[in-house]
């Protein structure tokens, strides 16, 4: 069982920026790829990006690069740079990791970007 827990969260004002954290219980060396996304308000979740144990990133092209994903293989967390945010970017932000055929999720972080 792979346990992850987020932090970092909180509020902001527009134009501001945050770094969100995914603590993972285990060595990232033993996982797949790990994954970010978020839940706003009345929309559906959303693919943020992913990195995978060995730095490689890719990222939901709609959020013009304001997202920047990395890793730190010594603390085996990974975290979220989120940049010039924006009210519609307020939301849960929560991060998955894949491990052989399973799929385990943090309870997520919340945003609030205020205008």
């Known amino acids: 069982q792979v346990q992850l827990v987020e932090s970092g969260g909180g509020f902001v004002q527009a134009g501001g920026s945050l770094r969100l954290s995914c603590a993972i219980s285990e060595s990232l060396t033993n996982l797949n790829v790990m994954t970010w996304f978020r839940q706003r308000p009345e929309k559906p979740r959303q693919f943020i990006g992913n990195?995978?144990?060995?730095?490689?990133?890719n990222y939901n092209d709609n959020l013009n690069g304001r997202f920047t994903i990395s890793r730190d293989t010594t603390r085996n967390t990974i975290s979220l740079l989120a940049t010039n945010l924006q009210p519609d970017d307020s939301g849960l932000y929560f991060c998955?990791?894949?491990?052989?055929?399973?799929?385990?999720w943090g309870r997520g972080t919340q945003v609030t970007v205020s205008s």
């Open positions: 998955k990791v894949l491990k052989g055929g399973e799929e385990y």
């Open positions: 990195i995978t144990p060995g730095g490689t990133t």
